[in-house]
Protein backbone atom coordinates (compact mmCIF):
# COMPACT_ATOMS: atom_id res chain seq x y z
CA UNK A 1 0.00 0.00 0.00
CA UNK A 2 1.41 3.53 -1.33
CA UNK A 3 1.91 6.08 1.72
CA UNK A 4 -0.63 8.16 0.00
CA UNK A 5 -3.06 5.74 0.79
CA UNK A 6 -2.00 5.52 4.14
CA UNK A 7 -2.57 8.72 4.68
CA UNK A 8 -5.88 8.76 3.06
CA UNK A 9 -6.89 6.01 5.88
CA UNK A 10 -5.27 8.36 8.34
CA UNK A 11 -7.62 10.88 7.33
CA UNK A 12 -10.59 9.10 7.49
CA UNK A 13 -9.43 7.80 10.98
CA UNK A 14 -9.32 11.34 12.46
CA UNK A 15 -12.50 12.05 10.78
CA UNK A 16 -14.20 9.15 12.94
CA UNK A 17 -12.90 10.75 16.10
CA UNK A 18 -12.77 14.56 15.23
CA UNK A 19 -16.16 14.80 17.32
CA UNK A 20 -14.13 14.49 20.69
CA UNK A 21 -12.58 17.64 19.84
CA UNK A 22 -15.06 19.33 17.46
CA UNK A 23 -17.47 18.75 19.67
CA UNK A 24 -16.30 21.10 22.28
CA UNK A 25 -14.96 23.50 19.88
CA UNK A 26 -18.45 24.31 18.67
CA UNK A 27 -20.49 23.93 22.31
CA UNK A 28 -17.79 26.98 23.29
CA UNK A 29 -18.99 28.57 20.10
CA UNK A 30 -22.45 28.94 21.58
CA UNK A 31 -23.33 26.35 19.12
CA UNK A 32 -27.24 25.12 20.13
CA UNK A 33 -25.81 21.80 22.29
CA UNK A 34 -29.26 19.97 19.90
CA UNK A 35 -27.43 20.64 16.53
CA UNK A 36 -23.49 20.36 17.67
CA UNK A 37 -23.65 16.48 15.97
CA UNK A 38 -25.12 17.31 12.88
CA UNK A 39 -22.95 20.59 12.30
CA UNK A 40 -20.19 18.83 13.08
CA UNK A 41 -21.25 15.90 10.97
CA UNK A 42 -20.65 18.37 7.85
CA UNK A 43 -17.64 19.90 8.86
CA UNK A 44 -15.39 16.83 9.47
CA UNK A 45 -17.07 14.89 6.24
CA UNK A 46 -16.39 18.16 3.96
CA UNK A 47 -13.34 18.61 5.61
CA UNK A 48 -12.20 14.78 5.12
CA UNK A 49 -13.43 14.78 1.55
CA UNK A 50 -11.56 17.98 0.27
CA UNK A 51 -8.31 16.52 1.78
CA UNK A 52 -8.58 12.90 0.62
CA UNK A 53 -9.82 14.63 -2.97
CA UNK A 54 -6.45 16.07 -2.74
CA UNK A 55 -4.21 13.33 -1.65
CA UNK A 56 -5.60 11.27 -4.33
CA UNK A 57 -5.49 13.76 -6.93
CA UNK A 58 -1.60 14.33 -6.09
CA UNK A 59 -1.11 10.56 -6.20
CA UNK A 60 0.07 8.56 -9.34
CA UNK A 61 -0.37 5.26 -7.35
CA UNK A 62 -2.71 2.68 -9.44
CA UNK A 63 -3.73 -0.22 -8.09
CA UNK A 64 -4.26 -3.83 -10.38
CA UNK A 65 -7.40 -3.09 -11.22
CA UNK A 66 -6.90 1.01 -12.36
CA UNK A 67 -4.29 -0.21 -14.08
CA UNK A 68 -6.81 -2.41 -17.05
CA UNK A 69 -8.45 -0.75 -19.00
CA UNK A 70 -12.00 1.00 -17.67
CA UNK A 71 -14.97 0.70 -19.66
CA UNK A 72 -16.38 3.93 -21.48
CA UNK A 73 -18.22 6.60 -20.32
CA UNK A 74 -21.32 5.70 -21.43
CA UNK A 75 -20.88 2.13 -19.88
CA UNK A 76 -19.88 3.47 -16.59
CA UNK A 77 -23.44 5.56 -16.69
CA UNK A 78 -25.47 2.45 -17.38
CA UNK A 79 -23.38 0.32 -14.56
CA UNK A 80 -23.69 3.02 -12.56
CA UNK A 81 -27.87 2.68 -13.01
CA UNK A 82 -27.91 -0.73 -12.59
CA UNK A 83 -25.51 -0.40 -9.48
CA UNK A 84 -28.61 0.84 -7.88
CA UNK A 85 -30.92 -1.99 -8.91
CA UNK A 86 -28.22 -4.29 -8.00
CA UNK A 87 -27.54 -2.63 -4.25
CA UNK A 88 -30.97 -2.78 -3.24
CA UNK A 89 -31.66 -6.55 -4.03
CA UNK A 90 -28.79 -7.23 -2.31
CA UNK A 91 -29.88 -5.35 0.74
CA UNK A 92 -33.36 -7.05 0.35
CA UNK A 93 -31.75 -10.64 -0.22
CA UNK A 94 -29.71 -9.52 3.27
CA UNK A 95 -32.84 -8.68 4.95
CA UNK A 96 -34.27 -11.46 4.30
CA UNK A 97 -31.81 -13.84 5.48
CA UNK A 98 -31.58 -11.97 9.23
CA UNK A 99 -35.12 -11.54 9.43
CA UNK A 100 -35.35 -15.58 8.88
CA UNK A 101 -31.86 -15.96 11.69
CA UNK A 102 -34.13 -13.75 14.00
CA UNK A 103 -32.34 -10.26 13.44
CA UNK A 104 -34.66 -7.42 13.65
CA UNK A 105 -35.30 -4.86 10.82
CA UNK A 106 -33.83 -1.72 10.84
CA UNK A 107 -30.87 0.13 11.67
CA UNK A 108 -30.03 2.27 14.67
CA UNK A 109 -27.36 3.84 12.39
CA UNK A 110 -30.07 5.02 10.18
CA UNK A 111 -31.78 6.48 13.26
CA UNK A 112 -29.57 8.53 14.25
CA UNK A 113 -28.74 9.78 10.92
CA UNK A 114 -32.63 10.96 10.51
CA UNK A 115 -32.81 12.62 13.91
CA UNK A 116 -29.24 14.64 12.77
CA UNK A 117 -30.96 15.32 9.69
CA UNK A 118 -34.17 16.72 11.19
CA UNK A 119 -32.09 19.03 13.38
CA UNK A 120 -29.37 19.80 10.69
CA UNK A 121 -30.67 19.15 7.10
CA UNK A 122 -27.58 19.85 5.63
CA UNK A 123 -26.39 16.49 6.96
CA UNK A 124 -28.40 14.94 4.32
CA UNK A 125 -24.95 16.57 2.04
CA UNK A 126 -22.44 14.63 4.21
CA UNK A 127 -24.82 11.28 4.76
CA UNK A 128 -25.51 11.01 0.98
CA UNK A 129 -23.72 12.26 -0.70
CA UNK A 130 -19.74 12.80 1.43
CA UNK A 131 -19.83 9.68 3.05
CA UNK A 132 -20.87 7.28 -0.17
CA UNK A 133 -17.47 9.06 -1.89
CA UNK A 134 -15.33 8.36 1.63
CA UNK A 135 -16.36 4.88 1.79
CA UNK A 136 -15.97 4.23 -1.73
CA UNK A 137 -12.56 5.17 -1.39
CA UNK A 138 -11.85 3.91 1.88
CA UNK A 139 -13.36 -0.04 1.87
CA UNK A 140 -13.17 -0.51 -2.36
CA UNK A 141 -10.51 1.49 -4.08
CA UNK A 142 -8.08 0.95 -1.11
CA UNK A 143 -8.78 -1.51 1.22
CA UNK A 144 -10.27 -4.05 -1.01
CA UNK A 145 -8.11 -2.78 -3.98
CA UNK A 146 -5.05 -3.58 -1.81
CA UNK A 147 -6.19 -6.99 -1.07
CA UNK A 148 -7.53 -8.09 -4.46
CA UNK A 149 -4.12 -7.42 -6.00
CA UNK A 150 -3.11 -10.27 -3.32
CA UNK A 151 -6.00 -12.84 -3.36
CA UNK A 152 -9.27 -13.92 -4.97
CA UNK A 153 -12.28 -11.56 -5.51
CA UNK A 154 -14.16 -13.95 -2.59
CA UNK A 155 -11.86 -12.97 0.37
CA UNK A 156 -10.78 -9.53 -1.07
CA UNK A 157 -14.67 -8.67 -1.10
CA UNK A 158 -15.23 -10.85 2.59
CA UNK A 159 -12.60 -8.84 4.43
CA UNK A 160 -13.12 -5.24 3.25
CA UNK A 161 -17.08 -5.91 4.19
CA UNK A 162 -16.35 -7.26 7.51
CA UNK A 163 -14.15 -4.10 7.94
CA UNK A 164 -16.96 -2.04 6.43
CA UNK A 165 -19.38 -3.47 9.13
CA UNK A 166 -17.19 -2.94 11.67
CA UNK A 167 -17.11 0.45 10.85
CA UNK A 168 -20.83 0.87 10.97
CA UNK A 169 -20.62 -0.44 14.48
CA UNK A 170 -23.57 -2.48 13.58
CA UNK A 171 -21.75 -6.14 14.02
CA UNK A 172 -25.48 -7.18 13.85
CA UNK A 173 -26.12 -6.32 10.57
CA UNK A 174 -22.77 -8.12 8.79
CA UNK A 175 -24.35 -9.59 6.52
CA UNK A 176 -26.31 -6.44 5.05
CA UNK A 177 -23.13 -4.63 5.20
CA UNK A 178 -21.68 -7.52 3.23
CA UNK A 179 -23.65 -7.80 0.30
CA UNK A 180 -23.50 -3.88 0.05
CA UNK A 181 -19.46 -4.43 0.24
CA UNK A 182 -19.70 -7.24 -2.36
CA UNK A 183 -22.39 -5.77 -4.97
CA UNK A 184 -19.64 -2.38 -4.79
CA UNK A 185 -16.96 -4.70 -4.59
CA UNK A 186 -18.41 -6.11 -8.19
CA UNK A 187 -19.00 -3.18 -9.96
CA UNK A 188 -15.91 -1.80 -9.22
CA UNK A 189 -13.97 -4.76 -10.66
CA UNK A 190 -16.39 -4.97 -13.70
CA UNK A 191 -15.86 -0.83 -14.66
CA UNK A 192 -12.26 -0.34 -13.33
CA UNK A 193 -13.66 3.13 -12.32
CA UNK A 194 -14.16 3.61 -8.68
CA UNK A 195 -16.63 6.66 -9.79
CA UNK A 196 -19.78 3.46 -10.59
CA UNK A 197 -19.84 2.35 -7.07
CA UNK A 198 -19.56 5.77 -5.80
CA UNK A 199 -22.24 6.85 -8.06
CA UNK A 200 -24.39 4.03 -7.14
CA UNK A 201 -23.69 4.24 -3.64
CA UNK A 202 -24.51 7.75 -3.39
CA UNK A 203 -28.13 7.23 -5.13
CA UNK A 204 -29.09 4.64 -2.75
CA UNK A 205 -28.35 6.02 0.33
CA UNK A 206 -29.84 9.81 -0.79
CA UNK A 207 -33.16 7.92 -1.80
CA UNK A 208 -33.34 6.17 1.74
CA UNK A 209 -32.22 9.54 3.80
CA UNK A 210 -34.72 11.21 2.00
CA UNK A 211 -37.33 8.69 1.97
CA UNK A 212 -36.88 7.83 5.95
CA UNK A 213 -36.86 11.93 6.01
CA UNK A 214 -39.61 13.17 4.05
CA UNK A 215 -41.92 10.00 5.42
CA UNK A 216 -40.45 9.70 9.05
CA UNK A 217 -44.08 9.87 10.25
CA UNK A 218 -45.69 7.33 8.08
CA UNK A 219 -42.45 4.78 8.40
CA UNK A 220 -43.25 5.28 12.46
CA UNK A 221 -46.73 4.68 12.33
CA UNK A 222 -46.30 1.53 10.25
CA UNK A 223 -43.27 0.07 12.37
CA UNK A 224 -45.82 1.32 15.38
CA UNK A 225 -48.51 -1.27 13.87
CA UNK A 226 -46.35 -3.72 12.76
CA UNK A 227 -45.21 -3.94 16.48
CA UNK A 228 -48.81 -3.66 17.99
CA UNK A 229 -49.72 -6.99 15.63
CA UNK A 230 -46.59 -8.48 16.75
CA UNK A 231 -47.75 -8.13 20.40
CA UNK A 232 -51.50 -9.27 20.02
CA UNK A 233 -50.28 -12.27 18.02
CA UNK A 234 -47.76 -13.26 21.03
CA UNK A 235 -50.78 -12.58 23.11
CA UNK A 236 -53.05 -15.10 20.83
CA UNK A 237 -50.91 -17.27 21.16
CA UNK A 238 -50.88 -17.48 25.21
CA UNK A 239 -54.71 -18.02 25.36
Do not use: C
Amino acid sequence: MKKEYGWILITYILMQFSAFVGGPLLYEAGVDPSRIAGYWTVISFSTATLVILILLWRSTYRNSIERQTPVSAGSAVTWSILGVFMAFAAQYAAIIIETFIGIKPGSDNTQDIIQLVQGVPLVILAVAVLGPILEEIIFRKIIFGSLYSKMPFFFAALISSLVFSVAHAELEHTILYAAMGFTFAFLYVKTKRIIVPIMAHVAMNTFVVLMQYVFADEIQDMIRKAEEMEQMSQWIHWL
